[in-house]
């Protein structure tokens, strides 16, 4: 009995257990089943497989990369220049490392060179028209790579054509200021005036150099900004260290503005309407042309008239003087003239971006775009090819883990290979224009990477507030090159640092206030969030204001792997935090774009406006309180966002709720755009730039001018400002708080 | 044995049975079971519940809506306006038929007025200075409503004050080409000039007048152009029927801009920067002033000097002569001069709008926006209260059905009562200005139901071509008012049609190209899809260009009453049709926005373009094959589009597949927008609007000012826009792509 009341409870058993997997299993919930997308829409980053990903990020990969960009020149539209075009078209399409699509982009754009049949002369004429002295037309090569026919002969890029003589004075930085001061001192009518890099705007030299009759410009990089001092080639400078050679000259755009020069505004296709070449602004109105320190050093000391300030004074072991103008009467160029004779032209070329994408799982609509320039002036084995050779390197092993099957971004990534970005960042500047409501609407961020390493010591980022957070976290989880003790982010706090309210001693991340790469269009004319990544030398051990090889023949391979980055660990130590913020923002559930960390910078830019204008304001009877309101609001919007994001539960609640809060962070910087006046400088909270400042960079400039000239029409510009900034403030801060 | 066989069959079935239970509800599918707003986000219009809703809409609380709007006059600003500020307010917060919020929002802005105290003059006077006639101050009164004291003097706001008098002249409508014909045949310097109402911009009287050295000038509304020629109040005019009576005024701004005059771009806070007075644009350089037809009757029909030409004849039972300058030596005025006497003066004043709102209950950062101005120039019985009385109405009706928790819409809706429209759309510009960003990046589209009924004829809407089809289907839904066979769309394709390629005969929808009422600075500022809905009276029955008591005194509760919608039942399927649209666009899962009727209206204004100036262009070397090519993109991208949306089941795909389809058709219309110019003009398809053409009119006027100036500067600019038009269309057709 008791055996069949077990059997009996048994069978019992096993019946219900049958019935509750058949109740379970067996019978759809219809209505109830989650649909298979659930899953997929509420999956955050995959932090394992994020750091398997770098992980296969190669050091060695990125030097031969380099090698292989660098093999000759690849000045924009030439045929070395096509030649990466190829590699990187190559690169992208590999069936089993590459993108799932890779294309160029052609634009027909405004560019200028000197002319290869009739090279740039600048020469010390006597008055019997004598040639004393001229000054060598291409840099001395040391290895090779100089010898290349390729190579460009040095040049400032927008230069008009033209033959200008006249007695020789120096004018420092060749600043607005400078000349008015040197003005002050010597009659400038018919004069040539030699300048040092550095200090304002490349074309600003020769922009405001003109008005005082000044007929051309010498610019020169000098010594005590580049070299620390050093001069000399036999021992001192490259090829013995990665100090600029004598007869190293830095070329440059010399424009102020950015983008194809013919086409503002509008995309640079063949059809395009372009205007008429007297109306671009911006550019030199008379001859200006760079040259080495050696010969620099033959005319400044030379020079007569009085000898220039201490302020003035730079490396060479000479006084330099005013000019008397001209040189001093007991030199042997006593009475000569300097001579310019340049040839550049203009031309429309066809130059070609590359790009590359992968299509995002969960929201394919949104992007995240990282990028970098492809041409260089030369063999541009930093600038930009350090930044190239690791895009290259990340695209391999995402295109490797695509293809494999094992990842695919939540969004979409687009990569971008830029060209003509020597010319004025022109290749990224038509592609904004060109698909700018598209990119408006749908870029969560760009990510830019141009010249990856130019030394070893410490990370530089530069980027808006909000992705403070985000390359903080990626420098946290890479090891500093050479170092298995310290992150990147336990470098770069040693060596710029700054004490946030909140956060206490924190790396100090830089504003990206001006146009110095591809950037630019997307921060200044899009209003997109952007980030630029490099990694940078050590600045308490050189005055160096950049590399020294920057735009000569010199920045080659051979230069990079001998005196940058041997062996290549930093490059991959910038591959991986890049790829660290790449893959963060392309797949995190919520943006890792941080609101308060904006209104932190908007609350430290505010105090120093404050602390710098608000009494003079007030005494024009101009009150910053709207813009004291403005802050105040995107605070507590900020604030309040971020309590929403709290307390939610993203990963559960509707997707759209993610959404709607992912848009508001994404479109925050839209907010930030001038709606007043156009520009390539909307972005009113980093731009314009024309002074150096950490607060509100227009208010500053429009401050500063007012102070200058005093006149009713420049305080109204300020008043207009103080209400543009404190309208757009509040307009950012609607976009934070509750949708409706 | 059986039977225990049989219980124990029976038990264990039981026992089955309950593990089969257990199994299905007992136990939960973790993470198989769909979370709650799975079935929310796939939720569509409820066409049950829409037809609830619009059969609660009552032309009996219509009606009493107006009659209450419309108890005092309510221009903006004053305490009439206030009254009404007031009512929205009350209505929308009311507990049980109210929105979820309602609030004001107030701007400090430039309005102008007459002076109360000196009233504006108009007269003839003699050599000797004696008065022979004075125009009529105010317009005569036939109900107590002309009586009230609110009833501001006729005036064009925005006139400068002065005193002027000269020799009149008769100038037909006072276009550019009127003045420029009258030049060729009596000398202008020092004359008054009298206009007829219409054929070009208020402003642009007294605008192109004053290079003539003209010295001020008068407007009437010619009895052919308003009355069908009916002048005696006697028995013709109003009370008797709807036509203006012989002393009644059309008042208006002005103005050739919209927005406040001080504060373009920026919001009119009371701290905002205001520009200099002197730098206004785009109003009156000269006094002008508006007259009833008796009195203009008595000065044209006085004027001496040629007869005009037929085409600048009128009703009046005279000819119309140019003017000797001056009246006809027979006449009591002869040697005459006609004077001005104009005290207007400039205000910056406090204007609100009224905000209301009803949060979306899936998508609340989508926004619906439903709005009509609050503003009028008298008691505005049908400018604007027949459009605010049934608002009031729909919101009664929509805000009682979410107070009783029967239904939230998918998306939020916004209601705008806006202030000081009739100075010039400043209210919704503000609104614009003070919201961009949010408001570009949110909004799905704009209605606005101003003039809601000016006739019981057919239904008039003007829009965006994408929004065709959602009209077209409220149209079908709502019975013609007062029919029971027909539909507000039978009515209407009887009325107004075209052939479309795609659908036949169908109604025809207007363009959006003016700046008439509020839409324009969602439309030209924002690139918002929009559309304006109306209804109107039989232009085959009178050659009236608008109702006959436009922004005249005699805009009354009486007479729109008696003559325009006896019982209210126009404005009632006014309601129910707009009310549908506004449901669907709220509701609908997928954007009832059709990017393919979008492509068949640009086909069709490149057709006409092409025949319009393909080859005059090409004899300038303009080509417009770049347009041809972005349209012909356009149409591809939009098939793809629309073959996409077929292929879907987007109810049960991810709810962010919508979501990017249906953003991909919100943004549509921003990709219009003119990148290269600033201006309140910027949809490039719709905008500018100098000349009346069907196609894309900024090329148009553009085409036009070349061939009239024949200036190589103005061909440039065709070219430009060839480029700008391409390029935007071409922006628009990435927009409709596969988003990567």
Not at 178 to 196: C, E, F, G, M
Not at 211 to 227: E, H, M, W
Not at 507 to 532: C, E, K, M, N
């Amino acid at each position: 009995m008791i055996k069949s009341v077990l059997i009996g409870i048994l069978c019992g058993a096993a019946v219900l257990t049958a019935g509750i997997l058949i109740g379970h299993y067996g019978i759809d919930k219809s209505s109830d089943s989650a649909p298979t997308w659930v899953k997929d829409l509420s999956k955050d980053v995959d932090e394992n497989l994020l750091e398997d990903l770098l992980s296969e990020l190669d050091n060695k990969r990125i030097e031969e990369n380099l090698r292989e960009l660098t093999k000759v020149p690849h000045l924009a539209t030439t045929a070395g220049d096509e030649q990466t075009v190829q590699l990187m078209l190559n690169r992208w399409r590999d069936p089993e490392t590459g993108l799932d699509q890779a294309w160029r982009e052609e634009y027909m754009v405004y560019l200028s060179f000197p002319d290869p049949d009739k090279p740039n002369k600048v020469t010390v004429v006597s008055p019997s028209n004598g040639v004393l002295h001229t000054v060598i037309e291409k840099e001395k090569a040391y290895t090779p790579d100089q010898e290349n026919p390729a190579v460009v002969q040095p040049y400032a890029c927008y230069s008009p054509a033209g033959q200008v003589q006249g007695k020789l004075v120096y004018a420092n930085y060749g600043r607005a200021s400078d000349y008015q001061d040197l003005s002050q001192r010597v009659p400038l009518k018919n004069t040539i005036a030699i300048t040092k890099s550095g200090g304002t705007g490349r074309a600003d030299k020769a922009i405001d150099a003109a008005p005082y009759g000044i007929l051309g410009v010498l610019v020169y990089t000098d010594p005590s900004d580049i070299n620390d001092g050093f001069m000399s080639d036999a021992n001192e400078t490259y090829p013995h260290s990665w100090y600029m050679p004598p007869s190293g000259v830095e070329r440059g755009a010399y424009a102020s503005t950015y983008g194809d020069l013919l086409t503002p505004y509008l995309a640079a296709k063949e059809e395009t309407y372009r205007i008429p070449l007297k109306d671009i602004t911006g550019i030199p109105p008379i001859p200006i042309q760079p040259i080495g320190f050696e010969d620099a050093y033959m005319l400044i000391c030379e020079l007569g008239g009085e000898a220039a300030p201490a302020k003035w004074q730079g490396g060479f072991n000479c006084t330099y003087n005013y000019g008397g103008p001209g040189f001093r009467p007991s030199s042997a160029f006593n009475n000569s003239d300097v001579k310019l004779d340049i040839f550049n032209y203009g031309e429309v070329k066809n130059s070609s971006n590359v790009m590359g994408v992968i299509r995002g799982a969960v929201e394919p609509d949104r992007y995240v775009i990282y990028g970098n320039h492809r041409d260089s002036w030369v063999h541009g084995a930093i600038d930009p090819s350090s930044g190239t050779s690791v895009m290259l390197e990340l695209t391999r092993v995402l295109g490797k883990m695509v293809k494999q099957g094992k990842w695919r971004p939540r969004r979409s990534i687009i990569f971008g290979s830029w060209g003509a970005e020597e010319f004025g960042l022109i290749g990224s500047s038509e592609y904004t224009e060109q698909y700018f409501t598209k990119l408006s609407e749908r870029t969560v961020a760009y990510i830019n990477v141009d010249i990856a390493v130019q030394g070893n010591a410490s990370l530089q980022a530069a980027g808006m507030p909000s992705l403070q957070n985000v390359i903080f976290k990626a420098a946290k989880q890479v090891k500093a090159p050479g170092l298995d003790s310290m992150s990147v982010y336990d470098k770069w706090i040693r060596y710029s640092n700054r004490t946030s309210p909140v956060y206490g001693l924190i790396p100090s991340l830089r504003y990206l206030t001006g146009a110095g790469s591809d950037y630019a269009p997307f921060v200044h004319y899009l209003g997109i969030t952007s980030l630029d990544i490099s990694y940078t030398f050590d600045r308490t051990k050189t005055s160096a204001r950049i590399y020294p090889a920057y735009h000569t023949a010199y920045d080659t391979f051979d230069y990079s792997s001998k005196f940058i980055d041997p062996g290549f660990y930093t490059h991959q130590a910038v591959g991986k935090t890049a790829g660290s913020v790449l893959v963060r923002l392309a797949d995190s559930l919520l943006l890792p774009m941080n609101c308060s960390d904006y209104a932190e910078s908007l609350e430290a830019s505010l105090d120093e406006a404050l602390s710098q204008f608000e009494n003079p304001l007030l005494a024009m009877n101009i009150s910053m309180e709207p813009i004291k309101h403005a802050v105040a609001s995107f605070r507590s919007a900020s604030n309040h966002l971020e309590q929403v994001i709290r307390s939610s539960d993203l990963a559960n609640e509707t997707p759209l709720k993610l959404r709607t809060i992912n848009d508001q962070l994404m479109l925050l910087d839209r907010a930030f755009l001038n709606p007043v006046t156009l520009g390539k400088f909307r972005h009113v909270i980093w731009a314009p730039i024309q002074i150096t400042t950490r607060t509100f960079p227009g208010l500053s400039d429009a401050y500063a001018g007012a102070m200058s000239s005093g006149k009713a029409s420049a305080w109204a510009q300020v008043h207009l400002l103080v209400s543009v900034m404190s309208q757009v403030i509040e307009g950012a801060a609607h976009m934070l708080r509750d949708v409706i």
